[in-house]
Protein backbone atom coordinates (compact mmCIF):
# COMPACT_ATOMS: atom_id res chain seq x y z
CA UNK A 1 0.00 0.00 0.00
CA UNK A 2 1.48 3.40 -1.04
CA UNK A 3 1.75 6.62 1.36
CA UNK A 4 -1.01 8.23 -0.47
CA UNK A 5 -3.32 5.54 0.03
CA UNK A 6 -6.49 6.22 1.82
CA UNK A 7 -6.81 3.30 4.48
CA UNK A 8 -10.79 2.22 5.34
CA UNK A 9 -11.92 2.42 8.71
CA UNK A 10 -14.41 -0.07 9.70
CA UNK A 11 -17.28 0.61 12.65
CA UNK A 12 -18.55 -2.18 14.51
CA UNK A 13 -20.42 -2.56 17.90
CA UNK A 14 -18.62 -3.91 21.22
CA UNK A 15 -21.24 -6.75 20.91
CA UNK A 16 -20.41 -7.78 17.15
CA UNK A 17 -17.04 -7.00 18.07
CA UNK A 18 -16.90 -9.34 21.38
CA UNK A 19 -18.38 -12.05 18.68
CA UNK A 20 -16.21 -11.78 16.15
CA UNK A 21 -12.55 -10.52 17.79
CA UNK A 22 -10.44 -12.96 16.65
CA UNK A 23 -12.14 -12.68 12.60
CA UNK A 24 -11.62 -8.85 13.09
CA UNK A 25 -8.08 -9.22 14.51
CA UNK A 26 -7.25 -11.55 11.51
CA UNK A 27 -9.17 -8.89 8.90
CA UNK A 28 -6.70 -6.36 10.46
CA UNK A 29 -3.17 -8.28 10.51
CA UNK A 30 -3.74 -9.05 6.97
CA UNK A 31 -5.03 -5.93 5.81
CA UNK A 32 -3.84 -3.05 7.26
CA UNK A 33 -7.30 -2.08 7.77
CA UNK A 34 -8.29 -0.18 11.13
CA UNK A 35 -11.50 -0.69 13.00
CA UNK A 36 -13.56 1.20 15.31
CA UNK A 37 -15.19 -0.55 18.14
CA UNK A 38 -18.20 1.42 19.29
CA UNK A 39 -20.45 1.98 22.53
CA UNK A 40 -24.34 3.06 21.67
CA UNK A 41 -22.47 4.64 18.41
CA UNK A 42 -19.83 6.76 19.59
CA UNK A 43 -16.29 5.52 19.10
CA UNK A 44 -14.18 4.25 22.14
CA UNK A 45 -11.64 2.05 20.90
CA UNK A 46 -9.19 1.64 17.70
CA UNK A 47 -7.48 -1.37 16.47
CA UNK A 48 -4.77 -1.17 14.25
CA UNK A 49 -2.11 -3.71 12.96
CA UNK A 50 1.07 -2.77 15.17
CA UNK A 51 4.00 -0.88 13.45
CA UNK A 52 7.59 -1.16 14.88
CA UNK A 53 9.39 1.34 14.42
CA UNK A 54 13.46 0.93 13.87
CA UNK A 55 14.51 4.15 15.05
CA UNK A 56 16.25 4.41 18.20
CA UNK A 57 14.08 6.79 21.22
CA UNK A 58 16.76 9.23 20.70
CA UNK A 59 16.28 9.22 16.74
CA UNK A 60 12.05 9.22 17.36
CA UNK A 61 12.91 12.75 19.89
CA UNK A 62 15.51 14.21 17.42
CA UNK A 63 13.52 17.26 16.16
CA UNK A 64 11.55 17.81 18.39
CA UNK A 65 12.73 20.95 20.70
CA UNK A 66 12.33 23.50 19.00
CA UNK A 67 14.33 26.19 20.63
CA UNK A 68 16.20 26.14 24.06
CA UNK A 69 18.78 29.28 25.00
CA UNK A 70 19.05 28.12 28.49
CA UNK A 71 17.46 25.28 30.42
CA UNK A 72 18.85 25.88 33.44
CA UNK A 73 17.38 29.96 33.40
CA UNK A 74 14.62 30.63 36.08
CA UNK A 75 11.51 31.71 34.16
CA UNK A 76 9.06 33.78 36.02
CA UNK A 77 5.61 32.80 36.76
CA UNK A 78 3.94 34.31 34.11
CA UNK A 79 5.91 32.48 31.51
CA UNK A 80 5.30 29.17 32.09
CA UNK A 81 2.27 29.08 29.41
CA UNK A 82 4.48 30.47 27.17
CA UNK A 83 6.68 26.84 27.55
CA UNK A 84 3.62 24.56 27.50
Known amino acids: MTMGAI ?41 RRYESSSLTPLEELRGSVLFCEDAFEPIGEDDWEAYR
Request: glycine residues 4%; proline residues 2%; hydrophobic residues 40%.
Open 7 to 47: MSVKRVSKSEFKAKALEYFRLVESTGEHIIVTDHGKPVLEV
